[in-house]
Nanobody, 129 residues
Framework: QLQLVESGGGLVQSGGSLILSCVVSGFTSDYYSIGWFRQAPGKEREGVSCMKSSDGSTKHADSVKGRFTISRDNAKNTVYLQMNSLKSEDTGVYYC??????????????????????WGQGTQVTVSS
């Protein structure tokens, strides 16, 4: 069983920065993709960023391109989401998630939440204007 634990959320002023961390423990497939998602009150969950483990390729939602960066530290089994130039519309609960298997090797990482098998509990990010 895979476990993902997010941390690093908090209250920040508009224009500020935060770094979210996602520590992954348990059995991990040789090939996997890991993603960050967020859900604002009253809105659907949306994909923010993802990374494909086999080649480190990444994707970012248009709304965060140039502001957010996903990265990983394999030695620490941790994936990060660096968030800069935060806006009030970035407010929400942020989740990390992972899926594995051959599809994670053969295709780019997915920004669709339904594709993911394992989820963390989420961390709240609030950006004040």
């Amino acid at each position: 069983q895979l476990q993902l634990v997010e941390s690093g959320g908090g209250l920040v002023q508009s224009g500020g920065s935060l770094i979210l961390s996602c520590v992954v423990s348990g059995f991990t497939s040789d090939y996997y993709s890991i993603g960050w998602f967020r859900q604002a009150p009253g809105k659907e969950r949306e994909g923010v960023s993802c990374m494909k483990s086999s080649d480190g390729s990444t994707k970012h939602a248009d709304s965060v391109k140039g502001r957010f960066t996903i990265s990983r530290d394999n030695a620490k089994n941790t994936v990060y989401l660096q968030m800069n130039s935060l806006k009030s519309e970035d407010t929400g609960v942020y989740y990390c998630a992972q899926y594995g298997g051959i599809s994670a090797l053969q295709a780019p990482c997915s920004m669709v939440g339904g594709r993911y098998d394992y989820w963390g509990q989420g961390t709240q990010v609030t950006v004040s204007s």
